[in-house]
């Protein structure tokens, strides 16, 4: 098969570490230009530096995804330098887990800024690109608990929906531009998401959930496996799991 | 960071004689995997076995025939001693409005895609016990996870597929079985009886998936290490919006 990474512009929010880092060290040694936007520059731009040493293609801009400017200025970042944006993956998330009687309220305001506001900034950031192109491919990050809802994890289960539910509605609405739109939604995945929660009883559970947790190398092929298809081919959710996970 | 090496691998792939089960016996064989292709038509299997060589056995079977079901995998278990991947691929769709369709019809989809899986799944559990990355693979449809009209049988066969699959890979997971379901959008195969000339015009209008691309959805999801599953892979043509 034609290896359709190659030359890809590929911007990845949540780069400084887990399935942004992973997806990035992976598309870049595919031959893809990878544009990495995080809070914590440094992190990505050592990573930057790692990837050009392995003759990678890649820019760093510090990026907050809950600032919608950031957000534009780091796709006008990959326009400005690479000429085009071929995929977007808006992938920064958080993961801060209590029960609601517990009023963590910050937390809910967190969650939603950053997996729920961060996707659509990212959106309004790349479609306006991708419609004019007539080209493009907008992955966004859900989770297993975009599909079902457990106690203590109810605020990062109703963003996680929210992502599936802005995914398939873009999806719909994209199709005379012929862009592509996938939704990807792991399971138990090694990455610092768990470090996100700041309740310690919780945060213990959680990391010991984790144990089975499986490398960020699988979100990483999961991207790969999307990008790569033709161009008329659209796989528009891939849910993965470690084998292990029964929730 | 490269796929697992599928060489060695035994696959039972059932519809094997057209189609989407042609199209991953061939993409299979070109991993190294040996293939056992399942379908009714002896002569299809055959061409295809002579196209793919050394790495490919024919076994004549209808997947609703309990019976005939049992007397492939006592032959894949005589053979091989085991096996890597279930591929429950067979399927069925006649189009017509509800009212207008007959029980014959209902009997014949709920027979190939429900019983089929359920007949082939519960032969292959014990021979795919003890495998690294063993998997079930099943293929449902868009038109399992929404009603469309003029399928509606069709329809109930796949939501029934998708329920099995998640029932079935909490029961398997701890064993190390993988539980995996594909929902193609519109493809170009043989699928579909009574189809009329409006839908194979919609066919073309959307620039219909191939039936390659939802083989390599198979081929990506059983070439995952041991550790991860792939539960469910949704793919449609880019042109395709509804369902």
Redesign the interface.
């Known amino acids: 098969?034609d290896n359709k990474i190659k030359g890809k512009v590929v911007v990845i929010t949540g780069a400084s570490s887990g399935l942004g880092e992973a997806t990035a060290?992976?598309l870049s040694?595919q031959g893809a230009t990878v544009v990495l936007g995080a809070r914590r520059l440094e992190r990505i731009e050592t990573l930057a530096g790692e990837l050009a040493s392995n003759g990678g293609k890649s820019l760093a801009v510090q990026t907050d995804v809950t600032d919608r400017e950031q957000v534009t200025g780091l796709v006008g970042a990959a326009i400005a330098t690479f000429g085009r944006v071929d995929v977007m993956l808006n992938n920064a998330g958080l993961m801060p887990h209590s029960p609601l009687d517990r009023l963590k309220v910050d937390d809910w305001d967190r969650m939603i800024d950053v997996n729920i506001k961060g996707v659509l900034y990212g959106i309004a950031a790349a479609l306006p690109h991708m419609v004019a192109q007539r080209s493009g491919h907008i992955i966004s990050v859900s989770s297993v608990a975009g599909h079902k809802v457990r106690p203590g994890s109810i605020v990062y289960s109703a963003t996680k929906h929210a992502v599936r539910v802005i995914s398939e509605g873009l999806?719909?609405e994209v199709?005379p531009y012929?862009?592509?739109t996938t939704v990807i939604s792991p399971g138990a995945v090694d990455t610092e998401l768990p470090d996100s929660i700041t309740e310690p009883d919780i945060a213990e559970n959680t990391r010991k959930f984790y144990d089975?947790a499986?490398s960020p190398?699988?979100f990483?092929?999961?991207v790969a496996?999307a990008i790569g298809?033709?161009?008329?081919?659209?796989?528009?959710?891939?849910?993965?799991?470690?084998?292990?996970?029964?929730y | 960071m490269k796929m697992q090496d599928l060489s060695g691998k035994v696959a039972v792939i059932t519809g094997a004689s057209s189609g989407i089960g042609q199209a991953t016996a061939r993409l299979l064989v070109a991993e190294g995997v040996h293939v056992v292709l399942v379908a009714r038509r002896r002569d299809r299997l055959t061409a295809l076995a002579d196209e793919l060589g050394e790495a490919a056995t024919v076994v004549e079977a209808d997947v609703a025939a309990p019976a005939q079901v049992k007397a492939l995998f006592d032959q894949v278990r005589a053979r091989f001693g085991g096996l890597d991947l279930l591929f429950n691929n067979a399927g069925i769709g006649i189009n017509a409005a509800f009212e207008d369709s007959t029980q014959e019809d209902w009997k014949t989809m709920i027979d190939v895609n429900l019983y089929g899986v359920l007949n082939c799944t519960h032969e292959a559990i014990a021979l795919l016990r003890g495998r690294p990355g063993a998997m079930i693979s099943s293929v449902s449809s868009v038109g399992g996870r929404y009603g469309v009209q003029n399928w509606s049988v069709y329809s109930a066969t796949k939501y029934a597929v998708v329920g099995f699959h998640d029932a079935l890979r909490k029961e398997l997971g701890p064993d190390h079985i993988r539980v995996s379901v594909i929902e193609p959008g519109a493809v170009w195969t043989e699928f579909g009886q009574n189809v009329s000339e409006a839908m194979k015009e919609r066919r073309e209008k959307l620039d219909a998936l191939r039936a390659e691309d939802v083989a390599q959805a198979l081929v990506y999801a059983f070439a995952q290490p041991p550790n991860v599953l792939v539960e469910e892979i949704l793919l449609r043509p880019v042109l395709q919006v509804a369902p």
């Open positions: 098969m060290r992976h040694a999806r719909q199709k012929g862009l592509r089975i499986i190398a699988s990483a092929r999961a496996y298809q033709p161009d008329d081919v659209d796989i528009n959710e891939i849910l993965f799991r470690p084998t292990l996970q029964e």
